[in-house]
């Protein structure tokens, strides 16, 4: 049996979706804090159950008989997310499960200045010490996080997405293939996988992409990263958000992320859309 959290989640439920088109829902078990919100995904014949990372209790019984979980790291601040994943980790080794496959971060060490980084350096520390056979997938910045701020920029002729640096941003669907093959397939024991894009951009660049595409001027704000955290704030996003928005800032003005690692392409066997042609299928001919 293999599990799956996070199923009400834009990359959980994708990837759910993404595993049914291939004939692959049978003997697999979504878990999610709203079973009631995931009835779509019964209906395609997953097993739908409830679990909280908040909630050993619930975690018991969601992973039992479980062989192999692919646990989506959760949302939330920094303290209180580290905790959660301990215990679905601890979770998962108390059930017997044998693999875990863990949503990761491109360069997960607590000295980034992006603070979710230590999340992550955290729970791949406890993943290894629990005796788990273990993948971890890095995962850089999603490509469709851009979304609004390209269909502002658009409309204002201003692209106000604050990172500094260049960042290889990734597709979901990309990242989704990936995690398919490396959860379904042989061979990843103990691999770590940077599911980066096979380009890396900056806001300028993605500003002039856009400017192409649309067939009009817009350029990057090109604020501070105190600039970037009012804009968060201004568009009334949590507080851990806005304090994660220098971070943001200052990781990618250090380019911790704009590796293309050519990961994607290793695990599924087809070169990932980068992100100037994601911004073009998206945006090309719209004025
Ligand atoms: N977006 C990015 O650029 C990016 C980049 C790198 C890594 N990631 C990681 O990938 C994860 C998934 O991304 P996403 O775009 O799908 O995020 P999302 O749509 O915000 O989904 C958040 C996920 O967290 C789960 N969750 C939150 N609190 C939980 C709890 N207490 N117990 C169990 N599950 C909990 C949710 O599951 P249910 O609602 O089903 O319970 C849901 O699957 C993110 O949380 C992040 O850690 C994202």
Known sequence: MIAITGANG???HALALALHSRGLAEGIRLTTRDPAQA????ALGFQVVAADFSSPASLDAAFSGVDKLFLISATGATPVRIPLHRNAIDAAVRAGVRRIVYTSRVNPSSSSPYSFAAIHEDSEARIRAS???????????????????????RRTGVLEYGAKGRIAFVCRQDVID????????????GKIYELSGPEALDRDQIAAVLS???????????????????????????DFIVALA??????????EWARPSGDPERLTGRAPLG?????????????
Not at 178 to 189: C, D, F, K, Q, V
Not at 216 to 236: H, L, P, T
Request: with cysteine.
């Open 10 to 12: 834009r990359l959980g």
């Open 275 to 287: 992100l100037s042609a994601y911004i073009r299928s998206k945006f090309a001919g719209l004025e």
């Open 178 to 189: 990936a995690s398919i093959a490396a959860l379904t397939g042989n061979g990843h024991e």
């Open 212 to 238: 192409q595409a649309c067939g009009r001027s817009i350029r990057s704000s090109g604020g501070s990263a105190e600039d970037f955290s009012a804009v968060m704030a201004a568009q009334g996003r949590p």
């Open 131 to 153: 005796g788990l056979v273990w993948t971890f997938l890095r995962n850089n910045e999603f490509s469709e996080n851009l979304d609004p701020w390209l269909e502002e920029a």
């Open 246 to 255: 220098a971070g943001i800032y200052r990781a990618s003005e250090a380019g």
């Open 39 to 42: 009835q779509d995904l019964t």
